[in-house]
C-alpha cells in the first residue's frame, strides 16, 4: 500500500506561479509511474502531467505544457509540479497519483492523494 500526501495549494493571481508536492509513503517501490491529475467544478477529473521513475518519459496536457513541470526525487520519495503562468482556467482540485509498473503498462493508476485546492484569481 502506498500513502500520498500533497501541499502546496492555495490562492494565486493569475500569471503567478506554485509548487505542489506530493510525498509517498508505505511501499514506495511501487511508485514506477506518479502523476497529477485535476477536476474543476462541473468538469470531469482529467490528466495534467505524468513522470516515470527514471525522471525521463514526461508527458503533459496540451493546456500545461510549457507552463508546468513535474519533477520527481526518489530519495525523498517525492514529486514536485511546478506552475507558471497559472490562468483561471487551472482552477481546480489538484490529485497526486502513483502506479506499480504493472499498472502503469496499462496506463493506469494504483493510488491517489486526498486532493489540494489550487484557486487562480484573475
Known amino acids: 500500500q502506498v500513502q500520498l500526501a500533497e501541499s502546496g495549494g492555495g490562492l494565486v493571481q493569475a500569471g503567478g506561479s506554485l509548487r505542489l508536492s506530493c510525498a509517498a509513503s508505505?511501499?514506495?517501490?511501487?511508485?514506477?509511474?506518479m502523476g497529477w491529475f485535476r477536476q474543476a467544478p462541473g468538469k470531469e477529473r482529467e490528466f495534467v502531467t505524468s513522470i516515470r521513475r527514471d525522471g525521463g518519459s514526461t508527458s503533459y496536457a496540451d493546456s500545461v505544457k510549457g507552463r508546468f513541470t513535474i519533477s520527481r526525487d526518489n530519495a525523498k520519495s517525492t514529486v514536485y509540479l511546478l506552475m507558471n503562468s497559472l490562468k483561471p482556467e487551472d482552477t481546480a482540485i489538484y490529485y497526486c497519483?502513483?502506479?506499480?509498473?504493472?499498472?502503469?503498462?496499462?496506463?493506469?493508476?494504483?493510488?491517489w492523494g486526498q486532493g489540494t485546492q489550487v484557486t487562480v484569481s484573475s
Open positions: 497519483a502513483a502506479a506499480d509498473i504493472f499498472t502503469a503498462r496499462r496506463g493506469e493508476y494504483d493510488y
Open positions: 508505505g511501499r514506495t517501490s511501487s511508485t514506477y509511474a
